[in-house]
């Protein structure tokens, strides 16, 4: 167990909609990481927050934001979702710059 | 970013010592090198980092050599549930974002 917390497991929706993705970082971790995996393109880094503020952007799309609580849990947010959107988003948490990065299990988001 | 090289995948069996070579020739002086393992369906998990020389924890070491243009996971006394895909990263000390390549796909036998 990473300490870290994916919700929901699961989501299955249709293009056009709107999902929100939510973690829960490890007790004491201020960063939190959002990644990207698809068949086709391997893990990919999407946006990075760090005690609430924006830190680092991936290729993350116009129509993804994301944002950081004062509780420090995150959001992802996805609209206008295209097929090409599924694949499995994970959160990861660190305590800092340098330091290794915890993983959660992932969102599965799939497209129909 | 320096670019990684890895083996496809590789195939052992239980018991072996398994070493896991990874290739990133325009390696900076401030990168660090990370290596992760992943199950399916779910999230990397961070095995080891080092700069430079050895490091080894309580389950794996990382080798680097002296010209850090390369660097080998040894996975000692591998099981079945070794069986996984794994990350070499190299980042640039002070920079958060890991770029992940296609990494080695290993398969442990009995």
């Known amino acids: 167990d990473s300490g870290v917390t994916q919700t929901p497991k699961h989501l299955i929706t249709a293009t056009g909609q709107r999902v929100t993705l939510r973690c829960s970082p490890r007790?004491?971790?201020?960063?939190v990481y959002w990644y990207q995996q698809s068949l086709d393109q391997g893990l990919q880094f999407l946006i990075q927050y760090y005690n609430g503020e924006e830190r680092a952007k991936g290729n993350i799309l116009e129509r993804f934001s994301a944002q950081q609580f004062p509780d420090l849990h995150s959001e992802l947010n996805l609209s206008s979702l295209e097929l090409g959107d599924s694949a499995l988003y994970f959160c990861?948490?660190?305590?800092?710059?340098?330091?290794?990065?915890?993983f959660g299990d992932g969102t599965r988001l799939s497209i129909l | 970013l320096a670019k990684t090289t890895q083996p496809i995948s590789m195939d052992s069996y239980e018991g072996q010592e398994v070493n896991i070579t990874c290739s990133h020739n325009n390696i900076a002086t401030n990168d660090y090198i990370t290596w992760y393992q992943q199950f399916p369906s779910q999230g990397p998990r961070f095995i080891i980092q080092?700069?430079?020389t050895k490091v080894t924890n309580e389950v794996a070491s990382l080798f680097i050599p002296a010209d850090r243009k390369s660097s080998t996971l040894s996975l000692p006394r591998v099981s079945l549930s070794d069986t996984a895909v794994y990350y070499c990263l190299v980042s640039p000390r002070g920079t958060d974002k890991l770029i992940f390549g296609t990494g080695t796909r290993l398969q442990v036998f009995p």
């Open positions: 007790s004491g971790d201020l960063s």
């Open positions: 990861a948490s660190s305590v800092g710059v340098d330091q290794p990065q915890h």
């Open positions: 080092g700069y430079k």
